[in-house]
């Protein structure tokens, strides 16, 4: 069972578009949503997160959007830049270990 | 402030032999998690450690499949007896507080 379900699969953005990325969740007892992302050949590494009493969380170009009635979260990339190609992972927390989306192939194009 | 730390990065195995993956977490870390990940898939949770504790487990194999966190020392994921189907990435991620994991490079375990 797919805790964690992310969308879309890829993701083609020319420069200076906005990336944004979905992930839905099931279980109500998740209170940590982080966003990762890899590069080929790399682990993952923490982008952002947020907890569930906030709606919002912003840091520099990455916004996660959270909706706790709907269990959903986004993130938003503003300004996409080419360096920004990789593919990005939502999560989300419970006790004792993190959920992953199956991830988003980003790719920003010149 | 070194990060977490994995080898060997790559590791080749024969099936039906041994393969021992270590990851040292960041300083002043407590909890280490071990992922798989194959090819165009996501993380998927193995194990969750503390210092000399098992904590989850749920996501391990049943069989041939052992991880340890000594009280010094690296954490350890022990694979027995490899199979094909073991081929994959693992990831090693650590943590002060359980939460805001920070990954290691991977151990990509190819067996032939």
């Known amino acids: 069972q797919q805790q964690v379900k992310q969308s879309p699969q890829s993701l083609i953005v020319q420069k200076g578009g906005i990336s944004i990325i979905n992930c839905a969740y099931e279980?109500?007892?998740?209170?940590?949503f982080p966003w990762y992302q890899q590069f080929p050949g790399k682990g993952p590494a923490l982008l952002i997160a947020?907890?569930?009493?906030?709606s919002e969380k912003k840091e520099g170009r990455f916004t996660i959007s959270f909706n706790k009635s709907a269990k959903q979260f986004s993130l938003h990339i503003m300004d996409s830049q080419p360096g920004d190609s990789a593919t990005y992972f939502c999560a989300a927390g419970g006790a004792n270990n993190l959920f992953f989306g199956t991830g988003t192939r980003l790719t920003v194009i010149p | 402030n070194a990060g977490v730390m994995q080898n060997p990065r790559h590791l080749v195995r024969r099936r039906g032999q041994e393969a021992r993956l270590r990851c040292s977490p960041m300083?002043?870390?407590?909890?280490v998690y071990w992922y798989r990940q194959l090819p165009e898939e996501g993380l998927k949770f193995m194990v969750y450690l503390q210092k000399e504790n098992i904590i989850d487990e749920s996501g391990m194999p049943k069989e041939r499949f052992s991880a340890e966190f000594p009280k010094e020392g690296p954490s350890i994921l022990r694979i027995q007896q490899v199979v094909r189907g073991d081929s994959a990435a693992y990831f090693c991620a650590s943590s002060p507080d359980r939460e805001w994991a920070f990954f290691g490079q991977g151990t990509r375990l190819t067996v032939v």
């Open positions: 300083k002043g870390h407590s909890h």
């Open positions: 279980n109500t007892a998740f209170d940590y």
């Open positions: 947020i907890r569930p009493d906030v």
